[in-house]
């Protein structure tokens, strides 16, 4: 799954500095399974004026999305983030067709909590598909 | 291996320990399972997990646990979480966890509670 | 899953007749089991002056997608037809958490075409969470 | 039942042909399902189903037709279609029906192809 490529990283805007306000900013980020903890990395230092649940929440969401692209979705994965003033969107594209399940909760289960996190902490979900390519997305508003 | 994650292994009171440190995902997470596993194979029945120095874990991390709980519980002992920052134990409340680990705020107290 | 209230009708715009264009047009039906029927005839209604294998295509999609509310979804919908030139947009909303399934196609089984029908004929196509309810939706393009 | 569909019966050479007309969907498909059943039911392994008055059919339709088949390929039988409509037959193509099915253009053909 993993390949020696390097990530590419492309930033249209630096982050505006206006603590506890999301700053205006679309990342993307073209990678494979070595590139999930740099994903969550982004997302942090996007968010990094903002409240800490708030942030915590998404780099945690961002990071389940780019696993299960990873695991599920063939291994590669494009991140593209758009943070606007009091609302972030992250959308983890890759190349499967089959869609993400949101499972029932159990103590006994070995896996199957990734799209319950996703499902508990965002403010929308969704999963979209485009051709054979597939859209998993989240949206969390600072005001909840 | 991620370098951001560590694993070390005490016993106290003859309970063995494990300490993580770092970050736990998908890529940092087998050699915890294994540890885990490893311990259980070895006729460990009870092992405390000490999470005290982890700073992020993911949905993999709680399926790495809820595993490793299993297989304790089947040999007739436990596994003890000790936790302390709200960040991580909340991961565990939304997903229905708490009310499945016993989960402590230190070592000391995990240990405590192993009869 | 049948009640006796008649279903809500708004419609918040007359249709221009552009023929070959997709007019302007909002429309919303609260519904349930029995107006599966008066929601293909809306989006056929709307649709009236668009070349006939699109507008076949949007009534059948459109009819899978409240199919799946009534029979999966709880039995109540809302459907909201957004059509602006070349492109329609249908949503049909439900009180159910559980997401729609892509199966795969087989000759044998007596259900789960539906998904099926709509990945095959819409440009796009998703499902959207927000607490527990759920937007099932699909997109066609005029030029495809 | 919905007005807009309806279902006629004939016995064509011994072969009993179902004539659908209208629209078949989760509302109206039903009744069609029980007809094909009972004719299965009571003995007839092949019944060609003429679907020249349908003017709409979905994934219900689909599943109905779907399940008669199996239930007359059982019997050593078959469930030749007849359609034209390029529409209607579209909705098979898309789900790989038209190489599950038997498909002809007239009633005539279709009961002729029964031996
Ligand atoms: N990107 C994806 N592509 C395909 N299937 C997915 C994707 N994400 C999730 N899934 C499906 O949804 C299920 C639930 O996902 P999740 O809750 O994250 O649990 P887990 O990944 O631990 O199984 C997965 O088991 C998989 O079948
Ligand atoms: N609105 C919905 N709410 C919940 N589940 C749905 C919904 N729509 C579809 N599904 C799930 O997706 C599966 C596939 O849907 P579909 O392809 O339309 O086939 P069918 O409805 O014939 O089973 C359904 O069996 C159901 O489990």
Redesign the interface.
């Given at each position: 799954m993993k390949t020696t490529a390097a990530p590419a990283r492309e930033r249209s805007a630096r982050p505006h500095k206006t603590a506890g306000r999301l700053p205006r900013r679309r990342i993307r980020l073209a990678g494979d399974?070595?590139s999930?903890?740099e994903a969550?990395l982004l997302v942090g230092e996007t968010l990094v004026n903002c409240p800490?649940?708030f942030r915590?929440a998404a780099?945690?969401l961002t990071?389940?999305l780019v696993?299960n692209a990873?695991?599920h979705g063939g291994g590669w994965f494009l991140l593209q983030v758009d943070a606007s003033p009091g609302r972030l969107r992250v959308e983890v594209t890759d190349a499967i067709?089959?869609?993400p399940?949101?499972l029932a909760?159990s103590?006994?289960?070995?896996?199957g909590?990734?799209m319950?996190?996703v499902?508990?902490?965002?403010?929308?979900?969704?999963?979209?598909?485009?051709g054979s390519r597939k859209?998993v997305w989240f949206e969390i508003c600072l005001e909840r | 291996m991620?370098q951001?994650f560590k694993i070390e292994e005490v016993e106290m009171d003859g309970v063995p320990v494990v300490s993580a440190s770092g970050?736990i995902?998908?890529?940092t997470a087998p050699p915890l399972r294994d540890r885990l596993q490893a311990l259980t194979t070895s006729g460990k029945s009870t092992v405390v997990v000490d999470l005290l120095g982890v700073t992020?874990l993911?949905?993999?991390a709680?399926?790495?646990l809820?595993?490793a709980l299993?297989r304790c519980r089947e040999a007739e002992g436990d596994l003890p979480l000790v936790i302390r920052e709200p960040?991580i134990l909340?991961?565990f409340e939304?997903?229905?966890?708490t009310?499945?680990f016993p989960i402590y705020e230190s070592v000391r107290e995990a240990v405590g509670s192993v009869k």
């Open positions: 399974a070595t999930l903890r969550r800490s649940d915590d780099v945690l990071g389940e696993t990873v695991v067709a089959l869609q399940r949101l909760l103590g006994d289960r070995e896996h909590r990734g319950a996190i499902d508990a902490l965002a403010t929308r979900w969704g999963a979209e598909h485009i859209v | 991620d951001s970050e995902d998908v890529a992020f993911d949905s993999t709680l399926g790495v809820v595993g299993k960040r909340k991961v939304i997903t229905g966890l009310g499945v």
